[in-house]
């Protein structure tokens, strides 16, 4: 059974503007997904519908067999899917980093010992530092402040984890960092992860599987090479793929592999095609000289 | 001539241990595209905030060394004069807006600055020509798109003709069309010619290509000046301060190294698929 179901989804904000219309979505356990699309594509009211924090117009959306339409399911949903937002500020609200990361587990009504024990757990995971618990969280770095928020969503030991642009106005370092951290959720702690993003690269080094959208709908659904391998449908949602990518598409009819999802992989190919070729030269030269008929490469000593 | 000279620059802000540029040097030529490049914290903001003149005007520090523009020393210019040279663009378009449209918004620095009311009306719809808002001068700046909105800061900047430009991440906060479209606009400004222009990115991939010079700034400090496809060579450099060239030039760098590829590294798309081309079909 498929950890989260989605069944012709619509969505359709107060202002009318419908930003799903009609999405069916299958994510298993242990995936790690992205969701790619232009803005208003509706990939990130997608997330916050499998999340809860926004409940179908029509259609369904289940989790771990919990209906996100039903009554008071908010605790059970909550322990089962985690939502990190993409400006931690915006999910920061208590003035000390514990109380951060125990409030989910205090609204559970958790007794205080094993409150203690999920924080300190969630916190470890995260890389968050005990003597950082007294600290309020407004004055740690962006990276930190994006940690806090994600201890906070682990303390509630969702299986599936959505993150909101996790790599936004982060440098390479601090890009590669987070999306390691993620890696770790994933491969390790045995999250399920689905990350929305424009950043084609990360997408092409950490997802998977990509999902695209453009107009609210589904328009490529499958494994990260196969998806940035048709350039021609994702052209229409103004995604480019990563430039090694493009690179190896332009140069397909000379021998090089459209599919790579890297500069290593493009190098590869690229040298591989070019190696091929002096070989075949080499083995042509030396078939010439040793034939009877050997012309052109021959240095006459058949 | 010379648009700016930055001459053993250290600046320490108020309350912490360590300066945030130190004996930074630094000319950049007039109608130059620069591009700065460095790790967050490394004092990229700074740089620029120091050619604005934010620094020292409107932040507490100590300063050594001067920050020239056109010869005169920026800690000696006042705010009209500063303003008439230099234009400066947030990665936030938000927190520079004062307007209930758009067009006022354009308008507005115009007025402030002194520009004769007959000139306004060619000077915003010039400026929003080139940054393609010209459909949007009746609505509100805070009820668009993220990349109209940092293009309506672009506008209300470039309206007053600044003779140097700096954007400071003007990509980092919007989505990918947006991002194309504000690449769009300086190249745009470039081709024009009239305006030195600076700016700071983490999307190398996008603003090389544009570049006459990249300024490396790590830990406080200019460390590498010179044009895009001689500094992108340097690879192990850039990856120890994990900082990724574009991926074509990567290629032909690494291609290169054991003479598979002969030349000059390419930095676009174009270029890159252009030798590539070459070479394969060269080795048929």
């Known amino acids: 059974m498929s950890l989260i179901e989605v069944a012709g989804l619509t969505y359709t904000y107060a202002d009318g503007t419908q930003a799903l219309r009609g999405v069916d979505l299958e994510v298993g356990e242990g995936e790690f997904v992205a969701f790619i699309g232009q803005n208003g594509s509706g990939k990130t009211t997608l997330s916050k519908c499998l999340a809860g924090l926004l409940r179908p117009t029509a259609g369904r959306v289940v989790v771990d067999g919990v209906d996100t339409s039903g009554k008071g399911v908010t605790k059970e949903l909550a322990r089962r899917i985690g939502y990190v937002f993409q400006n931690p500020d915006h999910q920061l609200f208590n003035s000390r980093v514990a109380d951060e990361i125990a409030y989910g587990p205090r609204n559970l009504g958790l007794p205080d010992e094993e409150r203690e024990r999920v924080v300190q757990e969630a916190a470890g995971v995260a890389g968050v530092r005990a003597e950082l618990f007294d600290e309020h969280p407004f004055f740690l770095t962006k990276g930190l402040r994006q940690r806090v928020a994600i201890a906070s969503t682990l303390a509630m030991r969702p299986k599936a984890i959505i993150v909101d642009e996790p790599t936004t106005g982060q440098d390479h370092r601090q890009s590669v960092e987070i999306m390691e951290f993620l890696v770790h959720l994933w491969r390790i702690e045995g999250h399920t992860i689905v990350i929305v993003t424009h950043e084609m690269p990360i997408v092409a080094a950490y997802a998977q599987r990509v999902v695209a959208l453009c107009q609210g709908r589904i328009l490529l659904d499958g494994p990260t090479r196969e998806v940035f391998a048709q350039s021609d449908a994702l052209r229409q949602t103004f995604v480019k793929p990563p430039q090694a990518t493009r690179l190896a598409q332009a140069w397909r009819d000379l021998g090089v592999a459209p599919d790579v999802l890297s500069v290593e992989e493009l190098h590869d190919s690229v040298a591989g095609v070019l190696a091929s070729r002096v070989a075949r030269a080499a083995a042509e030269a030396a078939a010439s000289e040793r034939s009877p008929e050997g012309h052109g490469m021959s240095r006459g000593t058949a | ?284």
């Open chain 2, 1 to 284: 001539m010379n648009a700016v000279e930055v001459r053993d620059l250290t600046w320490r802000y108020e309350h912490t241990t360590r300066p945030a540029l130190e004996g930074v040097n630094l000319d950049i030529v007039e109608r130059e595209f620069v591009l700065v490049v460095g790790p967050n914290e490394a004092g990229k903001t700074t740089l620029v905030a120091a050619i604005k003149g934010i620094i020292p005007h409107s932040m507490s520090g100590i300063l050594k060394g001067e920050v020239r523009v056109f010869g005169e020393r920026v800690e000696d210019m006042k705010a009209p004069p500063l303003a008439r040279q230099i234009g400066m663009v947030f990665a936030d378009p938000e927190s520079q807006f004062t307007a209930l449209t758009v067009e006022e918004e354009i308008v507005f620095g115009l007025e402030n600055i002194g520009w004769p009311p007959a000139g306004i009306e060619r000077q915003v719809r010039w400026a929003a020509e080139v940054t393609d808002v010209a459909d949007l001068l009746d609505k509100p700046p805070y009820d668009i798109s993220g990349g109209q909105k940092q293009r309506v800061a672009i506008a209300s900047v470039i309206a007053m003709e600044p003779r140097i430009l700096i954007l400071d991440e003007p990509t980092s906060m919007i989505d990918p069309l947006g991002k194309d479209q504000v690449r769009d606009i300086c190249a745009e400004l470039k081709r024009e010619r009239e305006m030195t222009i600076i700016v700071v990115e983490h999307n190398i991939e996008a603003f090389a290509p544009l570049a006459d010079k990249v300024v490396v700034v790590n830990d406080g400090h200019v460390e590498r000046v010179g044009p895009p496809a001689e500094l992108f060579a340097e690879i192990e450099y850039l990856a120890a301060r994990d900082l990724a060239p574009p991926q074509v030039t990567t290629l032909f760098e690494r291609l290169r190294r054991p003479g598979r590829y002969v030349g000059e590294l390419p930095l676009t798309d174009e270029a890159g698929i252009a030798a590539g081309r070459r070479l394969l079909e060269a080795a048929r």
